[in-house]
T-cell receptor, first 111, second 113 residues
Framework: GQNIDQPTEMTATEGAIVQINCTYQTSGFNGLFWYQQHAGEAPTFLSYNVLDGLEEKGRFSSFLSRSKGYSYLLLKELQMKDSASYLCAAHSGAGSYQLTFGKGTKLSVIP | KAGVTQTPRYLIKTRGQQVTLSCSPISGHRSVSWYQQTPGQGLQFLFEYFSETQRNKGNFPGRFSGRQFSNSRSEMNVSTLELGDSALYLC????????????FGPGTRLTVL
């Protein structure tokens, strides 16, 4: 079966660094997505990792270890606007677009 | 470039009724996926269409169905509505299945009374 685990909630201070972990067990794994979703809004794309390693994109970085079924999203220099839910999703299925989402990590950034 | 649009944005129905939701993908996108989002279960994959063909289906009962038209617009239908079908229904479009970014629409908030 498909299983994605991530913490339910996290709190961090403005200007700090926070790491959101995600572990997955899926068949036919192709890659790992991270999405950001503000309350009442649609998810927006942050990153997609296919190969092992760290990919940096401005204040956000994402890491993948395929052998460990593990990924994390690293947010640096936190801003209040980063308060949102962060969803990790495993991309699986050859020749099709099927994403299995975790339940999301609600991040609260406090002053 | 216009984003993904979904209509209606809000819908209230009663148990036993059926509902049709519509999604217009970004121009040029041929893959459309549908998701159900609830507080308890998070985002769950319903199905994905590509060039009018259903390529993949999630673990939902047969009451949930969909289709895609030649212009890539997609509809999903839920028959015999149940209280548990109350959710945000999101559609997302992409250019293909290679792992490119999926762009989500604003969703349709369905409430079943």
């Amino acid at each position: 079966g498909q299983n994605i685990d991530q913490p339910t909630e996290m709190t961090a201070t403005e200007g700090a660094i926070v790491q959101i972990n995600c572990t997955y067990q899926t068949s036919g794994f192709n890659g790992l997505f991270w999405y950001q979703q503000h309350a009442g809004e649609a998810p927006t794309f942050l990153s997609y990792n296919v190969l092992d390693g760290l990919e940096e994109k401005g204040r956000f970085s994402s890491f993948l270890s395929r052998s460990k079924g593990y990924s994390y999203l690293l947010l640096k220099e936190l801003q209040m606007k980063d308060s949102a839910s962060y969803l990790c999703a495993a991309h699986s299925g050859a020749g099709s677009y099927q994403l299995t989402f975790g339940k999301g990590t609600k991040l609260s950034v406090i002053p | 470039k216009a984003g993904v649009t979904q209509t209606p944005r809000y819908l209230i129905k009663t148990r036993g009724q059926q509902v049709t939701l519509s999604c217009s993908p970004i121009s040029g996108h041929r893959s459309v996926s549908w998701y159900q989002q609830t507080p308890g279960q998070g985002l769950q994959f319903l199905f994905e269409y590509f060039s009018e063909t259903q390529r993949n289906k999630g673990n939902f009962p047969g009451r949930f169905s969909g289709r895609q038209f030649s212009n890539s617009r997609s509809e999903m239908n839920v028959s015999t509505l149940e209280l548990g079908d109350s959710a945000l229904y999101l559609c997302a479009s992409s250019t293909d299945f290679s792992g490119n970014e999926q762009f989500f629409g604003p969703g349709t908030r369905l409430t079943v009374l």
